[in-house]
């Protein structure tokens, strides 16, 4: 199965998919990877891969960092956008600054990179976007609701980006609950008897940061080129 090829931006690429997917895709072409951490970002550029640390939060500089390297490295021919945050708190517990960074980081972020991305300045005309939403969207639990409304967006987003952005391609993948060290700060939840349960009712098996690169590597592929506005699941089949 052919993957990445030509110049794939990577965002949030510090840990989790993001990271997985910076490696996986270096391996068949030129790869920049984003991320906050620096400290993560070395690791990745000591094994060869290009990196550029900004936060996708500083909302006002996402259209000159990727133009910068744009100009550095050659036009994208793919996007995979992984940054997210999750809070786990009843509604009423909220705080303003905690909805504003999870709606900034979530939502409003990968909206000005898909907007950078639509101009042909910036990604060539069979150029992927892709996106890491959330079962979470289509199935909002307690406690995690502004989460699960910011992948809904996402979700809508992406099927908008479809239309508009044609031929371009707009895709996404919906993880269900991975291990991951955005879960594992949430040990207290999710420990082994949470697991063990997820195992059980998965009918294939709980879903891996491995399945979920797959799928994403699948769907910016040339054997994916007539599939567009799509946002697939990927849980083993937990939510049926």
């Known amino acids: 199965m052919a993957e990445a090829a030509g110049h794939t931006l990577i965002v949030g690429a510090s840990s989790g998919i993001g990271r997985a997917v910076a490696e996986r895709f270096a391996a068949r072409g030129a790869v920049t990877a984003l991320a906050r951490r620096t400290d993560r970002l070395a690791e990745l550029s000591a094994s060869g891969i290009a990196t550029v640390a900004a936060d996708v939060t500083d909302l006002a500089a996402i259209s000159g960092v990727v133009q910068g390297m744009v100009a550095e490295r050659g036009l994208l021919t793919g996007l995979v956008y ?4 999750q809070v786990i708190k009843p509604m009423r517990s909220l705080t303003v600054e905690e909805v504003e960074r999870l709606y900034t980081t979530n939502l409003v972020a990968p909206t000005l990179f898909a907007t950078a991305f639509s101009s042909a300045r910036i990604s060539t005309r069979d150029a992927v976007f892709c996106a890491v939403s959330s079962v979470a969207a289509q199935r909002p639990e307690p406690a995690i609701l502004p989460y699960a409304a910011s992948k809904a967006g996402l979700d809508a987003l992406i099927r908008g980006l479809a239309r508009e952005l044609a031929p371009r391609r707009a895709v996404a993948v919906a993880p269900g609950w991975l291990d991951t060290e955005m879960t594992q700060a949430h040990a207290r939840l999710y420990g082994e008897s949470f697991k063990e349960a997820l195992e059980k009712r998965s ?3 709980a879903a891996t940061v491995a399945s979920v690169v797959d799928a994403i590597a699948f769907l910016m592929s ?8 799509e946002i697939l699941r990927i849980d083993g089949g937990a939510a049926l």
Not at 82 to 85: E, H, L, S
Not at 222 to 229: D, E, F, I, L, N
């Open 82 to 85: 992984c940054a997210g945050v």
């Open 203 to 205: 009918p294939s098996g």
């Open 222 to 229: 040339p054997q994916a080129r007539h599939v567009t506005g």
